[in-house]
């Protein structure tokens, strides 16, 4: 029997997750997780630098062509990754 205060364990993660105010960087970090599922392994692999800050992702890619098409593809991959984490989590992205 379920008491009116009881929580879900997603529920009370959430929950502290906005307590503390670090929800935030724990959906960044996501992104940097999921990098490889978003774009596929190949250009995984050749990215030597990914992070978030201030709503801008920051890539390091080795390859010029591969840099070249995710330039083409930018409003794509910001489209890809917001709806994955289901809020606005990246605005820009920024190429190194």
Known sequence: MRK?????LKEAIEQMLNV???KRRFDETGVV?????????SVANRT????V???????RIE???IK??????????????NNEA???IVEEIIFL
């Open 48 to 51: 030597k630098e990914l992070f």
């Open 68 to 81: 070249n098409e995710l330039m083409l593809m930018r409003s794509q991959i910001i489209e890809k990754i």
């Open 33 to 41: 997780t999921a990098w490889p599922d978003l774009v596929g392994k």
């Open 63 to 65: 390859s010029s062509v």
């Open 4 to 8: 009116t205060n009881d929580k879900t």
């Open 86 to 88: 289901k809020s606005i």
């Open 20 to 22: 503390y105010k670090i």
């Open 53 to 59: 800050r201030d709503r801008k992702l920051f890539l």
